[in-house]
């Protein structure tokens, strides 16, 4: 990296927004088809202040998985802080999470959209590492205090299905729990559980 460069997350939302614009019709593609055997499909209930809850600073405690799929019980603890910011009155934000342990250190960025026709939210994921937006989408929604989202993604090759969930929400603490399966979602094997505390 260049020394003179400086991260400008303001220009970064920018960029992403604009490509979340050009390929929302093949990610919404994509997500539906992992919904398939997820569930339903939206309901008509306003979740665009679905992510209010998570304005602001917390203490992340973060257990992953290191090698996903592959019969591994091998997992890392990390530690650190994550900071969530409103964008459009609360439909849309920009999430920071710095986690670290003695050999590991994980910063990624997380953007939020909200859809109003189909109330459904997108998360899109990016890690400081590699410098690349994830694609596609986790698309899905809240229902009943507990959020959950999906995409089919390759990973090693293979196409998977992923999903986000959401839960224990209240005022000072909630969980989120990555989880993939290969096997059209009748499994799941979460490989990123996070705990967040204010």
Same mark, same amino acid.
């Given at each position: 990296m260049h020394a003179s460069y400086r991260f400008n997350p303001h220009l970064f939302l920018a960029f992403v927004l604009m490509i979340g614009w050009a390929i929302s019709g093949?990610?919404?593609t994509k997500a539906d088809l992992a919904r398939t055997s997820a569930g339903p499909t939206a309901d008509s209930r306003d979740g665009q202040h679905d992510f209010d809850f998570e304005?602001?600073?917390?203490?992340?405690?973060?257990? =992953?998985?290191l090698h996903p799929l592959a019969s591994s019980n091998s997992w890392v603890e990390l530690d650190g802080t994550s900071i969530v910011r409103k964008v459009w009155d609360g439909r849309a934000n920009l999430g920071e999470l710095d986690v670290t342990n003695g050999d590991s250190?994980?910063?990624g960025l997380?953007? =939020?959209l909200y859809n109003p026709q189909t109330h459904e939210w997108s998360i899109y994921w990016a890690n400081r590492r590699d410098g690349n937006l994830g694609m596609p989408?986790?698309?899905?929604?809240?229902?009943n205090g507990r959020g959950e989202f999906f995409d089919q993604e390759l990973f090693n090759g293979a196409s998977i299905q992923a999903r986000f969930i959401f839960s224990d929400v209240s005022p000072t603490s909630f969980r989120l729990?990555?989880?993939f399966s290969a096997d059209g979602g009748k499994t799941w094997e979460p490989n990123w559980i996070a705990n967040f505390r204010r």
């Open positions: 093949s990610a919404q304005f602001g600073s917390w203490k992340v405690q973060l257990k =992953r998985l250190h994980i910063e997380s953007l =939020r989408p986790m698309i899905g929604q809240f229902r729990e990555q989880a």
